[in-house]
């Protein structure tokens, strides 16, 4: 499959320097590749398929599905495109960059790789404002917000390294998840005013957060984690420790569930609360709740 669609790339290329008509040969290449996506569960479908001078891509209207598990899950894009920048290749390098509109947001990445060397890599994604409420799956579950955030990786700074360092934000705003929706025997209350920051660095094969702070109508919270990578790339140990401070409305819709996790009557919960998780090098998890004064 990936030999086939750089195949389609490289004719793709080749159309757009060369300024003959390619809009049905596009089509015809894509077809040809589509089963090949078909068999990995990824489907898709374009309204209009374009080539881009001098070299790229763009597409309006894409309907798609993965197919990663018994539920398959949909997603669609308004348009897209991306774009392999000619002047780079000059510098020995691949500059390829790309901006897709989806979901009431907008998402860009570039990525950067030169021709000499594997290891000197990069690779930047930006999300602004998507709107989880806009997806069919987020929107019958009742989840909304409006979702930022940034994607930075570069090569590790040792020699030989496989982990990659980069650098991660995250910044939710406006969230929100409708009353009646369980997991497991829970029932989640409403959640409404949901804001969530989050910045984490990748250095030394160590994912740490920098800083994890939320704030909504049930509670308001912050707290420090970290993984640390094996030498393969595996995921190794990892711990965390969060804070809770439950509002009014928090104490009641939540508070018993943290008291009944913490082996404590559920009558007159806490209003602070400390949750500890932990992941050991047998992968096994453990977790521990405990109320603060």
Known sequence: MVKKFLIFLALLAAFTLWQIPYSQLLQDQFSKIKPELAKQGVFLDFGELRALFPVGIGFQGLNGMLKLGPTPIPFQADSGEFKLGILSLFRARADLKGEFKFYGGTLRSAFNQSLRGARDTSWDLELTDLALDKHPFLEFYGVGG????????????????????????????????????????????????????????????RLGTKKFELKSSLLDGSGRG????????????????????????????????????????????????????????????????????
């Not at 929100?176 to 409403?190: A, D, E, F």
Request: aromatic share 6%; glycine share 10%; net charge neutral.
């Open 146 to 205: 409006k979702v930022s955030g940034t994607f930075n990786l570069r090569p590790s700074a040792l020699p030989a390294e496989p982990v990659p360092q980069g650098d991660f934000t995250i910044n939710i705003r406006e969230g929100s998840l409708r009353s009646g929706q369980t997991i497991g025997v829970v029932k989640l209350p409403p959640l409404n005013n949901l804001s969530l920051e989050a910045v984490a660095e990748l250095r030394e094969r």
């Open 226 to 293: 970290e993984c640390q990578f094996e030498s393969g790339g595996g995921l190794g140990l990892c711990n965390g420790s969060f804070e809770l401070n439950l509002t009014t409305e928090g104490l009641q819709s939540v508070g018993p569930y943290l008291a009944l996790a913490a082996g404590l009557p559920v009558e007159n919960p806490a209003r602070r609360w400390k949750i500890e998780v932990a992941k050991d090098s047998r992968n096994q998890f453990t977790s521990r709740v405990t109320p603060l004064p």
